[in-house]
């Protein structure tokens, strides 16, 4: 079975601090995808990351970068000098690569918290 | 570039009575979603849609809950008889295969 594990439910960073996101997944597929989604208060997903399950690759976005470790399950995201835009409900998500549709399953996210 | 969208953005309904929620997936894609997010929970799979048909549905999407791509380009979830646990926002999304847009969501309230 799949799942998806968020063990920090809110953290809270002054503004320029860097913040790391865990993010860790259980599934018995070889193949498979690995997403982070943004969620702001006005309730929207924003999409950010793919990463599939042979690209161990790490890779930054500007402020953004994330650390995928195969061997720990682990696909964190970490934000670098963080903003007060940055605040919002972060959520990792995990699809299993199958014929026919795959569907993400989600964490229960980790609301950031930026401080000005 | 090409977007998802769901209307209503919200919808206030009254227990017992029917709802639909519509969705414009993006036109060259193949398969669709319903997800679910109860407010301050996780986001969690209701179904999907492929070929004309379910390929797969989650224990929430019972007997309640129906799908339809109507005229080949909208893609709609039925409540037939809503209950106060349904209120929630609801995600439509679309993906060519693995790629996923997500459609700004419905925020339905059952009252």
């Known amino acids: 079975a799949q799942k998806v594990t968020q063990a920090q439910t809110e953290i809270s960073v002054v503004e320029k601090e860097d913040v790391t996101l865990d993010c860790v997944y259980e599934t018995r597929d070889t193949t498979y995808y690995l997403f982070w989604y943004k969620q702001p208060p006005s309730g929207e997903l924003v999409f950010l990351i793919r990463?599939?399950?042979?690209?161990?690759q790490n890779e930054i976005s500007g402020r953004y970068s994330w650390n995928f470790q195969k061997s720990t399950s682990s696909f964190n995201f970490t934000i670098t000098a963080s903003q007060v835009v940055d605040s919002a409900v972060y959520f990792c998500a995990l699809s299993e690569a199958r014929a026919g549709a795959n569907n993400l399953f989600f964490g229960t996210g980790t609301r950031l918290t930026v401080i000005p | 570039e090409p977007e998802v969208t769901q209307t209503p953005s919200h919808q206030v309904t009254q227990m017992g009575q029917e709802v639909i929620l519509r969705c414009v997936p993006i036109?060259?894609?193949?398969?669709f979603y319903w997800y679910r997010q109860i407010l301050g929970q996780k986001v969690e799979f209701l179904v999907s849609f492929y070929n004309n048909e379910i390929s797969e549905k989650s224990e929430i999407f019972d007997d309640q809950f129906s799908v339809e791509r109507p005229d080949g380009s909208n893609f709609t979830l039925k409540i037939r008889s809503t209950k106060l646990e349904d209120s929630a926002m609801y995600f439509c999304?679309?993906?060519?295969?693995?790629?996923?847009?997500f459609g700004s969501g419905t925020r339905l309230t059952v009252v």
């Open positions: 036109s060259n894609h193949l398969y």
């Open positions: 999304a679309s993906s060519p295969n693995y790629g996923y847009t």
């Open positions: 990463r599939n399950s042979f690209d161990e």
